[in-house]
Structure formats: C-alpha cells, structure tokens
C-alpha cells in the first residue's frame, strides 16, 4: 500500500521526501527509486502562499549539550563508515543497530534533560545560513513550538505514528 500511495504522489506531481533520521543513516539518494521517494538530510522548502522558507531536518543537529551523540553521529555520517557498514551482511547490520538502539534507549534515560536540549541558537543560526523563517525537525519526539526571535519559529514533531500526519504542510 505504501509504494502505490508514493508513486500516485508522484504520478501527481507532488514530492515526497524521507528525511534520514537515526536509522536511515545507511540511505543513499541513490535508492530514491527503491524506496519511492527523495532521501535527503534537510530540505528546504518555499510554500507557494508566500509564508516564507521552511527548513526540514532531523533536528539531532542542534542538541549541542549531548558531546557522546555528536561523537556518533559524526562518525556514522562519515562517508568512509557508512561504506563499511554497507559492505556488512544485512543481518549483522540489523543485530547491530537494535543493539545500538538498546544502549541508545538506556543511555537517553540516564541523561539529564539539560544534556537532550535543543540549542536555539543552533536552530537560529541555521535558519539565518539558508534564509528560513521556519524550521521543522522531530528527533525529540516530544511536540513544540519555539519563538527564536525576528520572524523566527522552530516547531518540533511528535513521534511518527502509522496513519497519522506528523505536519500538516503550513508553516504558519
């Protein structure tokens, strides 16, 4: 059912975009066609009613505090890790990132909520680098809506749920 709605989006000219989270950090745009859809980091976006540009992204950029975090997800964006990884047997990737997402589980429930914050100021900063007004991440999974100041606005998704939009296609 998923691949027949992807490509009767596509066959009616609107896009759809996975967005690599945590454990999408194996997808290459070049299975796009695999999967039924644009694979990306960030997108950003220029809604036609003129409500200023959109910037889509994981969000996991801008948890600044969490130094172990950024140590891995450096390491598995480095292109010569992620060719290694690929080069594994499927189920040895697999046993692999259900172990890392068990410690990751464990250790997110041992940091002190400072630690897993957003930094605003990251947010803010990449806004004004591609020219956005708003940006839309998920990553923390827990629903938010941030003033940054000049225009400026970060909204933070809930958990994907199947059936459910996580972004209705407003910015405002």
Not at 23 to 39: F, N, S
Not at 101 to 119: D, G, I, Y
Request: aromatic content about 4%; hydrophobic content about 40%; proline content about 8%.
């Amino acid at each position: 059912p998923l691949r027949a709605a992807l490509q009767a989006r596509r066959q009616a000219g609107q896009r759809s975009i996975l967005l690599r989270g945590n454990r999408d950090v194996l997808l290459r745009p070049a299975q796009a066609p695999t999967v039924g859809m644009e694979i990306a980091d960030r997108v950003l976006w220029e809604p036609p009613n003129g409500a200023g540009k959109v910037l889509f992204s994981h969000g996991d950029e801008y948890c600044l505090n969490d130094a172990p975090y950024q140590r891995l997800r450096r390491t598995l964006r480095r292109p010569s890790v992620r060719g290694l990884l690929r080069a594994l047997p499927a189920p040895v990737r697999t046993w692999m990132g259900r172990r890392m997402r068990s410690h990751s589980q464990e250790a997110v429930a041992r940091k002190p909520l400072n630690v897993l914050a957003l930094e605003l100021d990251a947010a803010r900063s990449a806004l004004e680098a591609v020219g956005a007004q708003h940006a839309v991440i998920g990553h923390l999974h827990a629903p938010a809506e941030h003033d940054l100041g000049a225009g400026q606005r970060l909204q933070v998704l809930p958990a994907w749920e199947p059936g459910q939009a996580a972004w209705t296609g407003s910015p405002a």
